[in-house]
């Protein structure tokens, strides 16, 4: 850099003997004079401000490329040639490695170096406090050792004598990475600005719709020039699909149950490269469980059984089948006489019951009304059945016919037949008034009974005797 400013005012010296020739020189010698001066200082100018990276080529000992570059692709070039055979070590120490070159020929763009140690692109400051490297010892430079090579590095505000080179400059998303000044490809390097892209899959987001159907999507990260390009479902049932937005929902209906492992990988484009992104938090397992039998429910059996036949009283059992998810809640019961009951609970899984009397006699249509618990809903079915409550009739007051005691008696409380009827008492019992008026009553009648028998002989005589 100090060489340039040699070479400048050198030049400001033969600009001037040239003017001083040439104020009294003929009109051809003058208007080669002018020319001269005139090409002379678009040269001082280009030497002086930078100029286009073509005007600004140096051809120095100190350059770490010879002449230094005219664009991104002569960079290149001249890195891959690599004359000195040090380029790729020097470059890979101020952030350019060699898997990089290529990204570097993609992406880097022109920007300047400024004396004030500011590394500018695009308007905007990516670093400061720069310095650079060169090939040869300044007074104000500081040695640096590179693969046991050494060179010499040099603030911008020491080294420079223009206000701003152009330099080819490489970001890292919003971060400054590398550069290198194009009039002698010495790489410059400062604080950086800005961030470091930032992306990542983040988490998976599955939600069932139903038995079959999933709805996904993807929280994802991606900052600092770091920009989502797609994402790509696969859903381990072979099929797949693509979007562009992660929080656009992307459905799915697998074909038969099973499990299923559901994965999304998620492309950045960053640094003019598209990289794919997945993690443990992007990969979710999904079941698509059998499908469920339907609900089935029926009233199987109304059944009535008599609890009091002379009070009509009557227990209806429904009898139930459920399945399917399908529950029994509770039944109504119209009794068919104008008398009915309802929200009867059941007394177990499968069977409701309840009681009635019947105020008279006659043929009654009972009819049960089921309800169960269906998928959220209430379904309900009826069966019934018939009953005749009839009042017993009676062969005697409380005595129903065809009870024993509606039997003929041969004595008070024995029925005709019992062996009782057939005992005789050895003689009459002498006891009391009534048996001896009984037995009083009983002699005279014996006696009255002979006096006839002996008044009818003593006549039969008499007849027979008078013939």
């Known amino acids: 850099?100090?060489?340039?400013?040699?070479?400048?005012?050198?030049?400001?010296?033969?600009?001037?003997?040239?003017?001083?020739?040439?104020?009294?020189?003929?009109?051809?010698?003058?208007?080669?004079?002018?020319?001269?001066?005139?090409?002379?200082?678009?040269?001082?100018?280009?030497?002086?401000?930078?100029?286009?990276?073509?005007?600004?080529?140096?051809?120095?000992?100190?350059?770490?490329?010879?002449?230094?570059?005219?664009?991104?692709?002569?960079?290149?070039?001249?890195?891959?040639?690599?004359?000195?055979?040090?380029?790729?070590?020097?470059?890979?120490?101020?952030?350019?490695?060699?898997?990089?070159?290529?990204?570097f020929a993609k992406t880097a763009k022109?920007?300047?170096?400024?004396?004030?140690?500011?590394?500018?692109?695009?308007?905007?400051?990516?670093?400061?406090?720069?310095?650079?490297?060169?090939?040869?010892?300044?007074?104000?430079?500081?040695?640096?050792?590179?693969?046991?090579?050494?060179?010499?590095?040099?603030?911008?505000?020491?080294?420079?004598?223009?206000?701003?080179?152009?330099?080819?400059?490489?970001?890292?998303?919003?971060?400054?990475?590398?550069?290198?000044?194009?009039?002698?490809?010495?790489?410059?390097?400062?604080?950086?600005?800005?961030?470091?892209?930032?992306?990542?899959?983040?988490?998976?987001?599955?939600?069932?719709?139903?038995r079959t159907t999933f709805s996904y999507t993807t929280d994802t990260t991606a900052l600092n020039g770091a920009k989502i390009a797609k994402l790509v479902y696969e859903f381990g049932d072979g099929k797949t699909e693509t979007v562009t937005n992660p929080s656009q929902a992307v459905t799915h209906k697998y074909a038969k149950e099973g499990t299923y492992t559901t994965k999304v990988t998620v492309y950045v484009t960053v640094n003019g490269e598209t990289k794919t992104v997945t993690g443990a938090k992007c990969a979710k397992p999904v079941e698509?469980?059998?499908?469920?039998?339907?609900?089935?429910?029926?009233?199987?059996?109304?059944?009535?059984?008599?609890?009091?036949?002379e009070k009509r009283e009557y227990r209806f059992t429904a009898k139930t089948t459920q399945s399917g998810g399908a529950t029994l809640k509770d039944a109504s019961f119209n009794f068919g006489d104008n008398q009915s009951i309802s929200g009867v609970k059941p007394s177990d899984a499968s069977t409701v019951a309840s009681t009635h009397t019947y105020a008279k006699d006659g043929t009654y249509t009972i009819v049960a009304t089921v309800n169960f618990n269906?998928?959220?809903d209430v379904k309900s079915v009826t069966c019934q059945t018939k009953v005749t409550p009839e009042t017993p009739q009676e062969c005697k007051p409380g005595i129903p016919v065809g009870d024993d005691r509606c039997k003929e008696e041969c004595k008070p409380g024995i029925p005709v037949g019992d062996k009782k009827c057939e005992d005789t008492p050895a003689e009459l019992p002498n006891t009391g008034v009534t048996d001896v008026l009984g037995g009083t009553i009983g002699l005279g009648g014996v006696l009255t009974a002979g006096g006839y028998f002996i008044r009818s002989r003593r006549n039969l005589l008499d007849s027979f005797l008078n013939r």
């Open 288 to 309: 698509v469980k059998p499908e469920a039998p339907k609900p089935a429910y029926a009233c199987t059996a109304l059944t009535p059984t008599v609890i009091n036949k």
């Open 1 to 103: 850099m100090l060489g340039k400013f040699r070479e400048t005012t050198l030049t400001m010296n033969i600009i001037n003997r040239v003017l001083n020739r040439v104020r009294y020189a003929g009109s051809s010698k003058l208007l080669i004079g002018a020319l001269f001066v005139g090409l002379t200082g678009v040269a001082l100018t280009a030497n002086l401000t930078g100029g286009t990276p073509a005007q600004a080529a140096e051809c120095k000992a100190n350059n770490i490329i010879n002449c230094g570059v005219t664009s991104v692709a002569d960079f290149v070039a001249k890195y891959k040639q690599n004359a000195k055979g040090d380029l790729d070590n020097i470059y890979a120490h101020y952030g350019l490695a060699p898997n990089e070159i290529d990204r």
């Open 374 to 376: 269906v998928a959220g």
């Open 110 to 210: 022109m920007g300047e170096a400024r004396k004030n140690g500011d590394i500018v692109l695009d308007g905007k400051v990516v670093a400061t406090d720069a310095t650079s490297l060169g090939r040869e010892k300044k007074s104000y430079s500081s040695n640096l050792n590179i693969d046991g090579v050494t060179y010499y590095s040099s603030r911008s505000q020491d080294v420079f004598l223009s206000n701003s080179i152009p330099a080819l400059i490489m970001m890292n998303g919003d971060q400054f990475e590398f550069a290198a000044l194009t009039v002698c490809g010495n790489p410059i390097t400062g604080k950086p600005k800005g961030s470091a892209p930032k992306y990542s899959c983040d988490m998976l987001n599955p939600k069932q719709i139903d």
